[in-house]
């Protein structure tokens, strides 16, 4: 039995590559952040050996003893991380991800063609909260359900509240999905309430961004008026990738809620559970209890806070004004450049952030904005100072796209990259493994 740089040196060359990019980049994507070595060793241990469909106590395998303690453990971990009372919450730890985690809800609570209300995806939603577009159905969520999605008040940047609630009274959806990829606010959740109590809907949180946050109780907490929350767990939650279904006890709409999304993972649209993963989340949720994971969440926010403060200084527009949460949206449109352009250029200076609509935008595919996010960068330990750096960062990328327009190669370019690259570069942890 081999290591790795025996057995495959050509994978191994990649990853090592792939770990160099990790070390020496800023990484500002407001979806990544670097987990933990710990983590990492239990995601690359035996458990991704074992078969275990089911759930614990009630596997379709043999020799599941150990399984079973794990899935309790993490399950257990999840409620705790989470300030749950497990007599009136569970929690389903075996979704692959977060778009299977929410076709799964889907699956769970709605016949097909049942209708639902997600977040825009141009307007910050997530493709799996029901995208299409005039001329086609993108996501499977638009496929196999009828979807009306709600949007943002393009004059302040806010969810337009008022808005779904009129439009959610005519189209009387089964499934109100609170949530977002790319939104820089908090979510008015007793509004969202409100308007599903009025049209007989369930209300589900995407916590996938912000699940670390919800966590360390720093943005507010949407299990106090949610039926069910899913989320991602390799975001701020800083785990493994992979995903969580919470669920209430009670049953809500007639629906007996774990039953119906228990049997949606397993056996409507999973088979055996990733064993490895959920033993890296297990180790993630206990660290997610600590008093280091409260302030590092934080940090993440006043982090963020900083960053929006330096880009509102040197004249930006930021969607909203400003961020409450990991990210912020800066609409380049007032300078009359796109976002691609710009993420081209940063990347090519070892930035690494992503292009993204803005409210308005008319293409998908040239935004007008760019999303930028603090957790994986308050992972490796900046602070305010740096992130105002990154900022000055940014700034001096934007302008140079200004330059160069038309093409991307100048002598610039290469100062920039250089500066950037330097030695001395604040860059606290190394990246683990
Ligand atoms: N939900 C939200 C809000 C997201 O931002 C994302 C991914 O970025 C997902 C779900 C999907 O997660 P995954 O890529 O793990 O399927």
Redesign the pocket.
């Known amino acids: 039995d081999y290591g790795l740089n025996e057995a495959d040196p050509e994978v191994h060359a990649i990853i090592n590559k792939e770990k160099s990019r990790q070390c020496k980049s800023l990484e500002l994507i407001a979806?990544e952040n670097f987990t933990s070595r710990a983590v990492m060793e239990a995601v690359g241990s035996c458990l991704t050996n074992k078969y275990s469909e089911g759930l614990p106590g009630k596997r379709y395998y043999g020799g599941n003893e150990h399984i079973d303690e794990l899935e309790t453990l993490c399950q257990q971990r999840a409620l705790a991380a989470f300030h749950l009372d497990g007599s009136k919450w569970g929690v389903n730890v075996q979704p692959l991800?977060?778009?299977?985690?929410?076709f799964e809800v889907y699956t769970a609570l709605l016949n097909p063609h049942d209708r639902i209300m997600g977040l825009d995806l141009p307007h910050g939603g997530?493709l799996?909260?029901g995208f299409m577009t005039p001329k086609r159905r993108v996501s499977g969520t638009s496929i196999y359900f009828e979807s009306m999605p709600y949007r943002l008040d393009e004059s302040t940047g806010l969810i337009d509240y008022d808005m779904l609630e009129k439009t959610a009274t005519l189209f009387r959806p089964k499934l109100i999905i609170a949530?977002?990829?790319a939104y820089p606010r908090d979510f008015d959740y007793p509004r969202m309430r409100k308007i599903v109590n009025e049209v007989g809907a369930f209300l589900m949180m995407?916590m996938?961004?912000i699940s670390g946050l919800v966590a360390a109780s720093v943005v507010a907490n949407p299990f106090d008026y949610c039926d069910i929350v899913?989320t991602?767990t390799?975001?701020s939650l800083r785990g493994p990738?992979g995903?969580m279904i919470f669920f209430k006890r009670d049953s809500v709409l007639g629906v007996d809620l774990e039953s119906a999304i228990n049997n949606a993972v397993f056996p409507g649209l999973q088979g055996g559970p990733h064993n490895h993963t959920i033993g890296g989340l297990a180790v993630c949720l206990k660290h997610a209890q600590s008093p280091a994971f409260k302030s590092y969440q934080k940090q993440v926010i006043s982090n963020c806070k900083a960053l929006a403060n330096r880009l509102t200084e040197l004249g930006y527009k930021l969607v909203s004004g400003g961020s409450d949460n990991h990210l912020v949206l800066v609409d380049l449109r007032p300078l009359g450049i796109d976002g691609a352009r710009v993420e081209k250029i940063l990347d090519m200076a070892s930035i690494t952030l992503n292009k993204n609509s803005v409210p308005g935008d008319k293409s998908a595919l040239v935004p007008g904005g760019i999303r930028i996010g603090s957790p994986a960068m308050t992972t490796r330990g900046f602070s305010e100072k740096e992130f105002v750096a990154t900022a000055d960062f940014i700034h001096d990328g934007v302008q140079l796209t200004l330059e160069t327009k038309k093409s991307v190669s100048s002598s610039k370019l290469q100062d920039f990259m250089k500066f950037v690259m330097s030695p001395g570069f604040p860059l606290v942890d190394e990246v683990a493994n």
Do not use: E, M, V
């Open positions: 979806s991800s977060g778009s299977p985690a929410n997530h799996s909260h949530g977002a990829s995407d996938a961004h899913t991602t390799h975001k990738r995903g």
